[in-house]
């Protein structure tokens, strides 16, 4: 740098004496601007090169994908043979006319539902329980998040034999106490919630450590406050603990949605064909995805068009949160007026 | 400098070498051909059993320089997705790919893409409708391995109980004829026992639509209307008339699994790979045996084979290794040690295959068994690129009523519905 700067320095008319060689030659007013500049830029740029590897292999991985999914779904695109004709808009007119992707839609959103309500509202009350003072509390903590650590195939195939038709342990139970078997592998509602308790199963106990992290950063003082007011237990709860975890719930709310949204692994395993029952009972739409891509009909444009279709439908409930959100954050004035 | 250089050269000029070499041996083409005498690596990737491990071994041992890597997918299905993705990507495959037979029917029509293996040395090696089912065009694209003859296995005990005949050689001749002569002895016996003739309808209609020449398309592949097949409508219909003798179990559920230790059912289509699940989920119940007998002739259920796919770097070497593994020595071997059942004429008749009974099966000599019912088959069905889209069509229309509870009537028209949306014609 100093090296060369200096021809510059020595033709400048108004610059300094020359200082003696052993010290350092003090910056000229040019040098300082340069300088300046150059730390402005640095503190401005900076950043972002720090920041950019991310998006870099966002461009590669996520972004370029996404955009040649699009391209694909315009042809006529075979999984062995690669790119056929350009084929418009006709493979989303064939999954949108196709019953079985309302199916699929109608069966992604109840699993959705019947999976994330239950799961968050479980998971706020396990999260209570663990904040209160318990023996050997890390044990609770650790218990909770067992049943994350197991795979998603694992699981299905425990609750498979939970509920099987007629040997299952549930339906022996119920006619054990003489009340009529349920059909889970028929009744799309009864499968839907055989589905939405396998995700339960597995995602309630890592929601609630978020959930207790969250309530362990509300300050103590606020519940002091609430106790000399005079409240109990359950009105703290309603109107301490679950205004203060709003940010969290949020949070909580949109990574499940859209987990929920790209269900995959518990409907396909929920029977051997995995195709989500003879009249698509469970067939979710990565399922139907993944039915029209790599089933018989080998169809990536099929299959992309239905990509993208799921991608806007994401990015659609996306804008509902992120709406939801800024109304909530706006009324959640309580919350912030105790601060 | 000069050392890399020189070496580069002499790497060139070899690799010119086996080309030229690999142009004289051979007219197919496609690799590299087999590299001069130097160290060949051949990797083979097999699903369930092949029961290749020994044989293997003694590959190597024959031929020195040869390493052989063995690459199991756990089951078909997982071996299915990894062949479609290396086809596709174009590499990444291993040099001879197990195929499963069903899985011709999509990929006959990208037949360009696997070695020629047409050899007039093996013809008459195999049964007939084996080679004919992985031939298109006159080209064969792979050496059949096990094949899955159809018998019925049957509860002796429950038999007993209903009055029928216990001794396979008299069940056989009970059950010889058609699919109604087996239906019909059915009903005697789930009249007389209030227990299910066969476990589902979905696996005796595979059994059923296996016997049709053409299924769902013409020679040309061109898809029949469902609703103009008039040989699929009647089987359904057939199934239909004996909807209240069928255990209404879908195949390999776990309710199915949970049946054969709770009498579930009487009778079930059994190739012999069946045997060993069979067995597995029945431990400890007495009674099963095998007869020597098929309605409406002999079926075939599953089997695969050995193919080459033309992105390997050593396809003279995989041929050679492939052509090697499905000779009826080693096939006989693979017999013994896994029970895959031979496809090879020659194997069928030695002493292996025709000496072997198992015990779980009332000491059955299903090795006699399944040679006989290989010999009886006549056809194998023809399987174009639109046979699992219609065939999953017919098999839910099937499932819904047999296992769901739905009309059968109105679950042909949501088949019906269901095929047009496929948008074949």
């Given at each position: 740098m100093t090296a060369s700067t200096r021809p510059t320095t020595s033709s400048e008319p108004s610059g300094p004496a020359p200082a003696p060689p052993s010290r350092r030659t003090p910056a000229s007013p040019a040098r300082t601007a340069r300088r300046s500049r150059l730390a402005r830029l640095d503190m401005r740029v900076t950043p972002y090169v720090f920041v950019s590897p991310f998006f870099l292999l966002f461009f590669l991985v996520g972004l370029f994908p996404i955009l040649y999914t699009a391209w694909v779904s315009l042809h006529d695109w075979d999984l062995i043979r690669g790119q056929g004709d350009f084929v418009g808009l006709a493979n989303f007119e064939f999954v949108l006319g196709s019953d079985n992707f309302y199916k699929a839609l109608r069966n992604t959103f109840s699993i959705f539902l019947l999976s994330s309500v239950p799961q968050v509202i479980a998971a706020i009350l396990i999260a209570y329980v663990l904040d209160a003072n318990l023996r050997a509390k890390t044990f609770w903590r650790m218990g909770v998040l067992v049943p994350f650590i197991v795979a998603p195939v694992a699981v299905s195939l425990i609750f498979t034999k939970i509920f099987a038709d007629q040997s299952g342990l549930v339906n022996n139970v119920l006619m054990g106490v003489g009340l009529p078997a349920i059909e889970w592998h028929s009744d799309a509602l009864a499968a839907h919630f055989a589905i939405a308790t396998m995700v339960n199963f597995r995602w309630t106990g890592y929601n609630a450590l978020i959930f207790l992290a969250a309530m362990q950063a509300i300050p103590r003082e606020i519940y002091e406050a609430a106790i000399i007011d005079g409240t109990g237990r359950m009105r703290r709860f309603l109107h301490v603990t679950v205004p203060m975890l709003r940010p969290t719930i949020i949070f909580v709310v949109i990574t499940s949605t859209i987990g929920g949204l790209q269900i995959f692994d518990e409907p396909r395993m929920f029977d051997t064909g995995g195709q989500g029952g003879a009249s698509r009972q469970w067939m979710t739409m990565t399922m139907y995805l993944y039915e029209l891509g790599w089933g018989p009909q080998i169809s990536f444009g099929r299959a992309s068009a239905v990509a993208w279709l799921l991608f806007l439908i994401i990015i659609a409930i996306g804008i509902l949160n992120f709406l939801i959100t800024k109304r909530i954050a706006h009324s959640g004035g309580p919350a912030k007026g105790t601060r | 400098m000069k050392f890399t250089r020189r070496t580069a050269l002499a790497a060139s000029a070899a690799t010119a070498a086996t080309a030229a070499i690999a142009g004289c041996s051979s007219s197919s083409g496609g690799g590299d051909g087999g590299s001069g005498g130097g160290d060949i690596e051949l990797t083979v990737a097999t699903f369930n059993e092949f029961g290749y491990e020994d044989l293997f071994a003694k590959y190597e041992a024959e031929n020195p320089g040869v390493t052989i890597t063995h690459k199991k997918a756990a089951t078909a299905d997982d071996a299915r997705a990894n062949l479609m993705t290396g086809l596709a990507a174009g590499s990444g495959l291993a040099d001879v790919e197990g195929v499963e037979v069903g899985w011709w029917a999509e990929l006959l029509q990208y037949a360009d893409v696997f070695e020629d293996l047409t050899d007039p040395e093996l013809e008459g090696r195999w049964l007939d409708w084996k080679v004919e089912a992985a031939t298109v065009d006159g080209k064969l694209v792979g050496y059949g391995t096990d094949i899955g003859p159809e018998a019925i296995a049957y509860r002796a005990d429950l038999f007993e109980k209903a009055g029928l005949p216990t001794d396979r050689t008299e069940v056989a001749e009970l059950l010889t004829g058609d699919w109604e002569t087996y239906f019909e002895a059915g009903r005697q016996f789930t009249e007389a026992?209030?227990?299910?003739?066969?476990?589902?309808a979905g696996g005796t209609f595979n059994g059923m639509v296996q016997q049709l020449t053409h299924p769902y398309e013409t020679a040309d592949g061109t898809p029949v209307p469902l609703a103009e097949n008039a040989d699929v409508k009647a089987i359904y219909d057939l199934l239909v008339e004996y909807k209240d003798i069928s255990g209404g179990m879908t195949q390999w559920e776990e309710d199915w699994t949970a049946s054969f230790q709770s009498d579930g059912f009487a009778t079930m289509l059994c190739p012999p790979w069946m045997m060993g699940p069979l067995s597995g989920n029945a431990d400890g119940v007495e009674g099963w045996d095998i007869a020597d007998v098929f309605p409406g002739g002999g079926g075939n259920w599953g089997g695969s084979y050995l193919a080459v796919p033309s992105q390997g770097k050593n396809v003279e070497e995989a041929k050679k290794l492939a052509a090697w593994l499905t000779a009826p020595a080693q096939q006989a071997a693979a017999f013994a040690a896994v029970g895959a059942f031979p496809s090879q004429l020659e194997a069928l008749e030695s002493e292996e295959v025709t000496s072997s009974v198992n015990p779980f099966f009332n000491d059955a000599p299903v090795g006699e068994i399944f040679s006989e019912r290989a010999t009886a088959i006549e056809v194998q069905p023809f399987m174009g690129p639109n046979f699992f889209v219609i065939n999953t069509v017919v098999a839910d229309a099937i499932t819904r009523w047999d296992g769901d509870g739905v009309d059968p009537a109105e679950s042909w028209e949501q088949a019906l519905t269901a095929y047009d949306e496929l948008g074949l014609a």
């Open positions: - | 026992t209030g227990i299910p003739w066969f476990d589902g």
